[in-house]
């Protein structure tokens, strides 16, 4: 595993990012003609999908908690859950949505800075089924 300092710099500001980095750098590699290497395809492409996956989680969330607020007892759990969940500070300024999303992209992100690719179950599969890696 030869993977350059660069390639592990890419792939830790991908994830920080949310994949905003990864699309940045997949253009300008096309412009400038640069191969991208087996190592970081696989983590540009991983923080692109995490972040897709995260957003479309979100939206579902949101959709499903202002359904089931209109129930008339569920719908008050489903709100205290939302309220604890997602705004209520737990670490510092971190909800507990918040706090997990953060554990996540450091996770990923000091597997990259080791120069190994991070493994999520079902993602990871994904991503080297259909872009190699």
């Keep these: 595993m030869n993977n350059t300092l660069v390639d592990r710099i ?5 994830y920080y990012t949310f994949g905003i980095f ?5 253009i300008f590699a096309n412009v ?9 395809s696989f983590n540009l492409y991983q923080a692109i999908f995490v972040s897709v996956c995260l957003a479309v989680i979100s939206l579902i969330y949101s959709i499903a908690i202002n359904f089931i607020s209109v129930i008339p007892f569920i719908g008050n759990l ?19 949505s918040g706090l997990l999303v953060t554990i996540l992209t450091t ?23 259909n872009f190699g890696g």
């Design 22 to 26: 990864s699309i940045i750098w997949i």
């Design 78 to 96: 489903a709100k205290a859950f939302d309220l604890f969940f997602n705004q209520t500070p737990l670490y510092f300024t971190f909800s507990v």
């Design 10 to 14: 890419v792939s830790i500001l991908s």
């Design 107 to 129: 996770y990923l992100a000091i597997m990259s800075l080791l120069g190994k690719k991070p493994y999520l179950p079902v993602v990871s599969d994904i991503i080297t089924s």
């Design 32 to 40: 400038t003609k640069k191969r991208i290497s087996p190592f970081l």
